[in-house]
């Protein structure tokens, strides 16, 4: 069975500061992949970035970083430079070989503040 | 940018009613999912679809659930007897390709169901 654990219910950033949001998974495959999504307050949820599990580099887009560590089975998003339009819930997701759905954690609540 | 349009986006509907919750995925993605979120909860997954049959679907997804897709643009989630705990957030998204990991999904921006 697979699964995703994000640890911290809410989290807060001084505006311009850069902040991790920690996500774990578990999983037997071989195959798999780490997305994560943001969803502000008005509801919709956004793709933020992928990594593969086979990617030896970490994916960056933009402002958003993902720090993989395979052997621990963590993928954190790295936001750089936090913007008030951050705050936002985010949520880790995977997806393994073999299935078509993506597994949900529970999501971090970030407030960033001016 | 094309998008996942869901309609409504807010839902009332009294216990025991059917409702239908309508998407229009990406028009040349051909996976599409259901997934809800009970208010501030975790996005559980209920069903997948490919090739107008579904291809995975979770414990939630029982028999009062059905999916359609009745034409070329639109895919349908029915509730037929809605309970309370159904009360939710349905996302509907879709994917260009399934067999692979690396494809994200896109989302929709939510119906909002309230049984009452």
């Known amino acids: 069975a697979q699964k995703i654990t994000q640890t911290q219910p809410g989290m807060f950033v001084q505006e311009k500061e850069a902040v991790t949001l920690d996500c774990t998974y578990d999983?037997?495959?071989?195959?798999?992949?780490l997305f994560w999504y943001k969803q502000p307050s008005s509801g919709e949820m956004i793709f933020l970035i992928y990594?593969?599990?086979?990617?030896?580099q970490n994916a960056t887009e933009g402002r958003y970083s993902l720090n993989f560590q395979k052997a621990r089975k963590s993928a954190n998003l790295v936001i750089s430079a936090s913007q008030l339009g951050d705050s936002a819930m985010y949520f880790c997701?995977?997806?393994?070989?073999?299935?078509?759905?993506?597994?949900f954690g529970t999501g971090t609540r970030l407030k960033v503040l001016a | 940018e094309p998008e996942v349009t869901q309609t409504p986006s807010h839902q009332v509907t009294q216990m025991g009613q059917e409702v239908i919750l309508r998407c229009v995925p990406i028009?040349?993605?051909?996976?599409f999912y259901w997934y809800r979120q009970i208010l501030g909860q975790k996005v559980e997954f209920l069903v997948s679809?490919?090739?107008?049959?579904?291809?995975?679907k979770s414990e939630i997804f029982d028999d009062q659930f059905s999916v359609e897709r009745p034409d070329g643009s639109n895919f349908t989630l029915k509730i037929r007897s809605t309970k309370l705990e159904d009360s939710a957030m349905y996302f509907c998204?879709?994917?260009?390709?399934?067999?692979?990991?690396?494809?994200?999904?896109?989302f929709g921006q939510g119906t909002r169901l309230t049984v009452v």
């Open positions: 028009s040349n993605h051909l996976y």
């Open positions: 998204a879709s994917s260009a390709v399934g067999g692979y990991m690396n494809t994200e999904a896109f």
């Open positions: 999983t037997s495959d071989q195959s798999y992949g």
């Open positions: 679809f490919y090739n107008n049959e579904i291809s995975e």
């Open positions: 997701a995977m997806r393994g070989s073999g299935t078509y759905k993506y597994i």
């Open positions: 990594q593969g599990s086979y990617d030896e």
